[in-house]
């Protein structure tokens, strides 16, 4: 097998398994996915890496994905918390979220300090920083929390094809933590990738935290 019918294969077993991942998402009611992002963000927050990070990243979550905001709003009560001296909060504990560049399908971090204020919707319902938002360095992150569709145990994830997150993570200094999130059922035997995909350092589920090489 050359290696162009290789990954020939690979991408069709990823666009299968993404069908697979929406329905399953398509399945959950409202109250159930409010219940389980729950879960899953106390997990995450009570993760030893979040004791000493500064700068977070988390995303801004679509419909019928796991809902991080219960991250972003702890994560704002620590950066009010350590406020010292009148300065503002996001000046010793930051919170970002993905800043788009859809001509170059690149992102980066945004630093925000309201999540209905500094979020609107783009083009496509997609929430993004408002313009004039502080950008940061992405070699300033501690901390990235980062959607998928599926994820497996050996840290592989599988996105929605855009490859933002791939290129984005690939950049992030050895020191940054990756954290995928996804429920239960998100969570695969082995999720198919190619060599421009990159692998997240621990996947974090509802019911525990699936610990990646």
């Known amino acids: 097998m050359n290696d162009e019918h290789a990954a020939d294969i690979q991408r069709k077993q990823k666009e299968q398994l993404r069908l697979e991942m929406k329905k399953v998402l398509e399945a959950m009611s409202p109250a159930e996915i409010i219940r389980r992002s729950n879960l899953a963000c106390a997990s995450v927050l009570g993760m030893e890496v979040f004791r000493s990070a500064k700068t977070v990243m988390v995303y801004a979550p679509l419909k019928r994905e796991l809902d991080v905001t219960p991250i972003a709003a702890a994560w704002a009560m620590v950066g009010a918390r350590h406020n010292r001296g009148g300065e503002p909060a996001h000046w010793t504990h930051r919170l970002c979220v993905p800043a788009l560049d859809w001509s170059t399908r690149s992102m980066s971090p945004a630093v925000i300090t309201d999540w209905d204020e500094d979020l609107v919707l783009n083009r496509i319902g997609l929430r993004e920083p408002r313009s004039g938002v502080l950008r940061v360095e992405a070699a300033t992150l501690d901390v990235v929390i980062v959607p998928g569709l599926a994820f497996d145990d050996q840290g592989r994830r ?53 610990r990646a090489p």
């Open 158 to 210: 599988l996105g929605r094809g855009g490859g933002f997150y791939d290129r984005f993570l690939s950049t992030l200094p050895a020191t940054c933590i990756t954290i995928g999130v996804g429920f239960a059922n998100q969570i695969v035997e082995h999720v198919p990738t190619q060599p421009h995909d990159a692998r997240v350092h621990a996947v974090v589920s509802d019911e525990r935290i699936h």
